[in-house]
């Protein structure tokens, strides 16, 4: 490092300003109450954003994947089944091991990955309902997450990226997990949210689905809801969950009808 | 990879194959399973086979690197990034600039502060949780590298002498660890560098540097604009590097994980462009090289650092297509 004095690191502070100091400022705040507002990247309200998927994007694990929404770019690993730790006792059925983490460079300003430790739980409990644990007893399969760049909506496709890169590997489930999630602002409900919808929003609900057999593995809600609206939203979720999970599958088809090398 | 190479990879399988008795070719599938099983569990006679007819197991000629593509501009949220791939060995590189006070000593002087990262998504043998060794290895080499070859003028880092200046926050991740990490982590930080643009930013009544925005806030505040558009870094004497491993009388360039497991001494040599030697690093190892292997081995990385300077040049030039 530069600075023959300095030892540590010297105390540094990022030019650009946060969102809630351009909320104050603008004053900005109302204007998705307008009538007619339109979402800062031109989406229909009930528009997901236009997703890239690709197994196979790391060639040292048994499996991954890498997710690109929008500028929500995400890569996971998933290794096994392999031994577990050591220390473990002894299980006759397998066991799921998850972390998601972010780069320092994923959000706007350095090194707010960290607030997101709860995710990794999060993900864990959303996979462990469709990953058949039997078929590997004793062993553990661990899927690890990487953030490469936050654009909103993260943990939705953290989870869905999740669900390929299991199938790539080839760990046996009893269906393909799509994730999606809807924010609620003021009035309107807009789909898979980008990270300024999200600084807005009175209220979000994410839904983790097994779109082909209509069953749901997580439900989050948080914030301001009146009881239609949040039967709105899981619909929106739902039907968005069902068009994922087939953009997921015909990516798995893709991969396998590819040759060989 | 060219036909010659393969064909003689092929058939190198195949005397194996025959040394162990499969003369059975119907059983091809089988037969290939036993090589595998053959590599996995006498993986030095596998390679020693393949050395003898001067090829690696992947068909590649012992003094030829893997295929390399750089990408600039991967990431949106960061100021300058590039994604760097040699052969399956993936690095991402991404820099952050933020303000710094500037130290007394050099009031003038920007910094660049750089880290590494093993991701557990990188490697079967890395836990979260647990940075691994070589990382932290491979963190001060890069740092190194990157300060003492100077590609950076630290006095284009600087915003108001004494009070502002720039840090350069520069991370490196691997996304995918298959062997010679250093060449790959090194040549995406140099990418990343040359996609660099400095933000627009002007100063503040109290002293604090803000971002120029689309939209003017409120002009009263606005003092000094510092520069009004994005600039990018001049960059000279720009490091490319090379890993070879020795072993008996071989060097090969550019190994595999597979292949640094095996033969564990390795040489790192790093040389600008202009032919200068910047680093050389050979970390102990069982083999005790003698000067005319270490002199191959720099002019292996004197021939890659024009293969790279060409890869390098061709992703800008992509770049400013756009």
Same mark, same amino acid.
């Given at each position: 490092?530069?600075? %023959? ?14 969102? %809630? ?33 690709? /197994? ?163 439900? /989050? ?41 | ?6 064909? *003689? *990879? ?8 025959? $040394? ?12 290939? #399973? ?21 090829? *690696? ?33 993936? #690095? ?5 600039? &933020? =303000? ?20 557990? =998504? ?10 691994? &060794? ?6 001060? $080499? ?9 590609? =950076? ?13 720039? #840090? ?21 930080? =140099? ?30 505040? @606005? ?7 994005? *600039? ?26 597979? &292949?640094?497991?095996? #033969? &564990? ?12 030697? @910047? ?18 081995? @720099? ?24």
């Amino acid at each position: 490092m530069a600075g %023959k004095s300095s030892s540590v690191a010297p105390t540094t502070y990022s030019p650009s300003p946060t969102l %809630k100091k351009q909320q104050r400022n603008n004053q900005q705040q109302p204007i998705f109450k307008d009538v007619d507002w339109v979402r800062p990247d031109g989406r229909a309200f009930q528009h997901c954003r236009p997703a890239f998927l690709r /197994t196979g994007a790391v060639n040292s694990a048994s499996g991954s994947a890498y997710a690109e929404f929008g500028n929500t770019k995400v890569i996971v690993s998933v290794f096994g089944p392999r031994e577990s730790k050591k220390a473990m006792m002894f299980s006759d059925i397998g066991r799921l091991n998850c972390n998601v983490s972010y780069t320092t460079f994923a959000s706007s300003i350095r090194g707010q990955g960290s607030e997101h430790k709860e995710f990794s739980s999060m993900l864990h409990k959303a996979l462990e309902g469709a990953v058949m644990l039997e078929s590997f007893p004793k062993t553990t399969v661990d899927v690890f997450a990487l953030v490469l760049e936050s654009g909103g909506s993260d943990l939705p496709v953290v989870i869905s990226c999740a669900s390929l890169a299991l199938a790539d590997a080839g760990i046996m489930m009893f269906d393909l997990v799509t994730s999606v999630s809807v924010s609620c602002l003021g009035t309107n409900l807009v789909i898979d949210p980008i990270t300024e919808e999200e600084s807005y929003q009175d209220g979000s609900i994410m839904i983790t689905s097994m779109p082909s057999r209509n069953e749901v593995t997580q439900l /989050t809600l948080s914030g301001d809801w009146s009881t239609p609206k949040i039967h709105e939203a899981m619909q929106l979720c739902l039907d968005a969950c069902l068009k994922l999970g087939e953009i997921m599958r015909s990516c798995l088809r893709e991969a396998t009808s590819a040759p060989h090398e | 990879k060219s036909f010659a190479s393969k064909e *003689r *990879r092929l058939s190198i399988r195949k005397n194996i194959k025959r $040394q162990m008795g499969l003369q059975d070719t119907s059983k091809d599938l089988v037969g290939n #399973m036993e090589v595998d099983a053959f590599r996995r569990l006498f993986p030095l006679p596998f390679f020693e086979r393949h050395l003898l007819e001067s090829i *690696r197991p992947d068909a590649r000629p012992l003094g030829t690197a893997r295929d390399t593509t750089v990408a600039l501009g991967v990431v949106a949220s960061a100021d300058g990034s590039a994604l760097a791939k040699v052969g399956y060995t993936t #690095m991402l590189a991404a820099i952050k600039m &933020e =303000v710094m006070t500037p130290s007394l000593g050099s009031p003038d002087e920007g910094g660049i502060a750089v880290d590494f990262h093993m991701p557990p =998504v990188c490697s079967p043998l890395i836990k979260p949780g647990r940075p691994a &060794e070589a990382a932290a290895v491979l963190c001060k $080499q890069l740092t190194d590298v990157i300060i003492s070859s100077g590609m =950076v003028n630290l006095k284009e880092l600087s915003l108001i002498p004494g009070k502002a200046a720039w #840090m350069a926050y520069l991370d490196v991740y691997c996304l995918d660890a298959d062997g010679a990490l250093f060449d790959a982590a090194l040549l995406s930080a =140099v990418s990343a560098f040359s996609h660099l643009h400095i933000p627009a930013v002007s100063v503040n009544d109290d002293g604090r540097v803000v971002a120029v925005s689309g939209e003017l806030v409120e002009d009263n505040l @606005v003092k000094v604009t510092l520069n009004k558009s994005k *600039r990018k870094l001049t960059l000279s004497c720009i490091p490319f590097s090379l890993t070879c491993l020795l072993y008996k009388k071989y060097i090969l360039a550019d190994p595999t994980a597979e &292949e640094e497991s095996i #033969m &564990e001494t390795s040489v790192t040599v790093v040389l600008d462009l202009s032919g200068r030697l @910047v680093s050389f690093y050979k970390p102990g190892g069982p083999v005790l090289a003698h000067t005319s292997a270490l002199q191959d081995c @720099v002019a292996l990385t004197r021939q890659r650092v024009k293969e790279l300077q060409n890869i390098l040049n061709e992703a800008i030039a992509d770049m400013d297509l756009d």
